[in-house]
């Protein structure tokens, strides 16, 4: 073992830096950050196994923007940086400004690497470390983007095409562009002194501090007072009130859309910073856990973190391969469903085509109102082939009615069990009203003046069942 290395104290010596603490290489996760000789720091954006022993670790340097991909011993210490001391990548440049920026491909976010008042400042300013960031000079021309013997003018095109605001992509995936300022608002009416304030009093916005420091959602609580600074309230510090510069408020980015599709019994599983570990399949939170606690590295990952987050996926959220299969089970054909517990216990089998009509359907079985009133709590899935099929209701076969001839055609006309679910029927009758959950989660019939009755209740006044 290296003498760098104290195995004991978990901790391994850098040049420059000293004792930093480490860990053995399969223990890390996507978005760590690692630390090397003097100081660097780079981000993790892929983990893949290269062999038994190996791993390909691919990482976006925290202040170039550039990825790169290290091949590394799984048993090998290396330097984690504490989560509290992550380091952010590139500046956190002011929006007025031209901000030089890198994409790499795994990382797939714009890295402010230098920036400035002008294009010319922004291609040749420094980096966050202090030394120059070479965006306009030799980063270019590493990515395959400076002159060559076929193409003695590709650098100076390069350089025109971020001039004139266009984004560049090299050979190797990396993206360079230049950013403009964003537009200064209109200036108020001629002899109207009063600034002009983009947002209302109680919007909520991003503050991005002068200093670098971390980003804070804010509530503006004020407008601008003769220096240009407002009153916001911290979400950060629990509704600190604080006095910062106007111009240093931003909308907040939009949220992503709400997935689309089915709930599955696919769950993502996520750190505290709401990076994805791994995707487990299970029924319930309960089973995703145990899924998660089979697998040593996300095990350890849970212990590390004292616990991670489950979020249960729906169709539109699944790989390409696996929606297929899921979203063909869910087409539409009739099919059985399994009825459980939180627990994985199988209370009864439903024949339904999708999963609101199982619920409906289970909602009319004595097992399932036994086990829990309004289906409250309950699991349903998809019935599989390994599961027992004893619970599944066994009704007589058809019987033959009668069979006669017409036209040389023989005619058999057969009767069996035909099972609907009383929703179904009150909906199928014309009867007024809806199907809804209350606030239990019970099923109810609400008529149009706002009554409710069971299921049971609403057949016995509009089908008249007994």
């Known amino acids: 073992m290296s003498k760098s290395i104290d195995a004991a104290t978990g901790t391994i010596h850098l040049q420059g830096m000293g004792r930093v603490p480490a860990v053995e290489a399969h223990e890390l996760i996507v978005g760590d950050q690692l630390m090397y000789n003097y100081g660097g720091t780079t981000q993790i954006t892929k983990i893949e196994n290269a062999s038994a022993q190996f791993l390909n670790i691919t990482q976006v340097d925290t202040v170039s923007g550039e990825e790169h991909t290290r091949r590394v011993k799984k048993t090998s210490m290396v330097a984690r940086v504490p989560e509290n001391l992550h380091r952010p990548l590139g500046w956190d440049a002011p929006t007025h400004t031209y901000r030089a920026q890198v994409r790499a491909p795994e990382h797939g976010q714009w890295v402010t690497v230098s920036y400035g008042a002008t294009i010319a400042a922004a291609f040749s300013g420094s980096a966050r470390d202090g030394h120059p960031s070479y965006f306009g000079t030799n980063k270019l021309r590493e990515h395959g983007l400076g002159n060559t013997a076929a193409n003695p003018t590709r650098y100076e095109d390069s350089v025109k095409a971020l001039t004139d605001g266009e984004t560049i992509t090299a050979a190797d995936g990396h993206s360079f562009r230049i950013l403009p300022p964003k537009q200064a608002e209109p200036p108020a009416a001629t002899g109207d002194t009063t600034a002009v304030v983009p947002f209302t009093v109680g919007s909520a916005l991003l503050y991005l501090p002068e200093d670098g420091t971390e980003q804070d959602v804010v509530l503006l609580n004020s407008g601008p007072d003769e220096n240009g600074a407002v009153e916001v309230l911290s979400v950060k510090q629990g509704g600190k009130p604080l006095h910062v510069p106007l111009a240093r408020l931003e909308e907040l980015p939009e949220l992503p859309p709400a997935p689309e599709g089915i709930p599955t019994d696919y769950w993502t599983v996520t750190d505290d910073k709401s990076q994805e570990v791994t995707v487990v399949r299970a029924e319930t939170v309960e089973g995703a856990r145990a899924e998660v606690e089979k697998d040593p590295q996300t095990a350890a990952v849970a212990k590390r973190l004292g616990g991670l987050s489950y979020r249960r996926l729906r169709t539109s959220e699944l790989p390409s391969e696996i929606r297929a299969a899921v979203e063909a089970d869910a087409s539409g054909l009739v099919g059985w469903w399994s009825v459980k517990d939180r627990e994985g216990n199988l209370i009864t089998q439903v024949e339904a085509t999708n999963f609101d009509h199982a619920v409906q359907v289970a909602e009319q079985d004595p097992k399932v ?73 019970a099923l109810r019939w609400r008529l149009p003046d706002g009554e409710e009755l069971t299921p049971g209740e609403a057949a016995e006044r509009f089908l008249g069942d007994a």
């Open 369 to 441: 109102q036994a086990a829990s009133p309004g289906s409250g709590g309950l699991v349903f899935m998809r019935a599989r082939p390994a599961e027992p099929s004893s619970a599944v209701p066994q009704f007589p076969a058809p019987r033959v009615v009668s069979v006669h001839k017409t036209g040389g055609r023989t005619i058999t006309v057969t009767a069996g069990y035909t099972r609907k679910s009383i929703p179904t029927r009150l909906r199928e009758s014309g009867a007024p009203g809806q199907m809804v959950n209350d606030s239990t989660g």
